[in-house]
């Protein structure tokens, strides 16, 4: 028991799910077609509020959570009205722009601790533990180590988190606005003429990566103790945006696979750690030149559901 | 009259692709509008739609001014148009192309999408049936799930239609529907366009296919070289010496 949950193994674990978060939000951007570059300044805006709202004024982390994706998903209302009157290369480099003011400017407040960061936030696991106690529950179950326990939690949390999410995200493919989302992202003029407003739908799906972003972020600030500029820098962008390069956009469990690998691979990859950047950049090339649609498309999934319905029929 | 355009203008930097048409359409008829490549048809749709403004000029329907709004205002108010280089939402299957047409006739929002509340069961359904329907009426099959991209030629043109129904429109503007069709699909097709002017639909049609014109429209307008140069009856037009002219040239005295 104690080799498979060991806490290095739960702690991989944890990553791998608040990444496929990640990978959820940039998704729910890339439903309209648009390329932004700001997830990670959207998770930032999320992680500090949380973290400041949890460490600095007491609020517990279960409203703090949400109220940092709010913070982030009202961030991007104010910036997409502008920024979404761009397009293809113009808005990824546009909100680019944004993720670096927004590390600038919590590089030099005084409420963010500047490039100290914040430390001491309580994390979601002694939050859970303490909440069990409370509630008179025991602390461990089954010989598993209190620790053990805590993180079980934590995972069983964040797996909600993210189920909820898939839900959410499949649910609105078959709605109405799922479906303006793919008549934008398919020929964004034609939609406007089909009578879809795509301003609108456009920012809608804008403000619902970013709040999916600040919830990523939020959580991530309750699983470290510990967060600062450099954790939302463009590095953590575009390893956002490679969970969906490399999983593929068509659909959410595209970028959840894209998260699941890219998370596995660093982590497979140490023993080699010197090449890993390469490993990592070679992959992406073979990626770009023989599956620009990522591992996962619309195709694959009719594909195996032909054969699967086909040995069903025999 | 529901449609009219007073002497609207167009002009691309120094190219003028309209200049002072005037035209008016009345409910319930079918328009043709014909001319040679490029004489500015399919500029007029656009500015009529919303794509563009106009440079100069008024465009009203029922009495409002329909410059400065934006295209999907435009679909609302009741112009639903279909394009002449075919613009499908490719990788959706058909029914959806058509179900995202009753997008401006439907009220769920995110919220309702996500917990399929029972006022948005009744929609869903009520825009699948009515989708199913359309469908029908152009005669495509709707069991198929493979993408629009993958429908033959013809029946890519006729959902696009179908898709412009969904939109309830009561002027639909077709974009040369007839382009690239057999001589079976046109007549197919010239049935399913007096069937949308007995449904109570004004229609607007820009076609090359003479035959189909003279059969299915009530009037004619002529545009050559951004100037409307003739209007009236298909019998009348086939006559007019100007029209002649722009189509076949000049005779030599």
Known sequence: MDIILNQYYLQIAVFVLVNAILGVSIYMTLSTGQLSLGNAGFMSIGAYTCAILTVKAGFPVYLAIPIGGIAASFISVIIGFPALRLTGIYLAIATLGFGEVVRVIVLNLKVTNGALGISGIPTLGTKISKMMSSLGLPQSFGGLSAQQTSTLLVLLVLLLTLAFLVFFCTRLNRSRVGRAFAAIKADESAAEAMGINTTFYKLLAFALGALIAGIAGGLSAHLTFFIGPKDFAYHRTVEILLYAVLGGSDLVVGPIIGALLLTLLPELLRSASNYRLMIYGALLVTMMAFRPQGLISEETVRYWKGKLGRRRNQ | MTLVLDQVSKSFGGLAAL???????????????IGPNGAGKTTLFNLITGIFPPTEGKITYQGKSLLGLRPYKVTELGLARTFQNIRLFGHLSPLDNVMVGAHCRTKSGVWKGLWRTPSQRKEEKATRERAQTLLKLVGIEEDTDSPASSLPYGQQRRLEIARALATEPKIILLDEPAA?????????????????QTMGNTVILIEHDMNLVMNVCDRLMVINFGQKIAEGTPTEIQQNPLVIEAYLGREEA
């Open chain 2, 19 to 33: 200049s002072n048409v005037s035209f008016k359409v009345n409910e319930g008829e079918i328009v043709g509008i």
């Open chain 2, 180 to 196: 690239g069709m057999n001589e079976s699909e046109t007549e197919d097709l010239r049935l399913l366009i007096k069937k949308i």
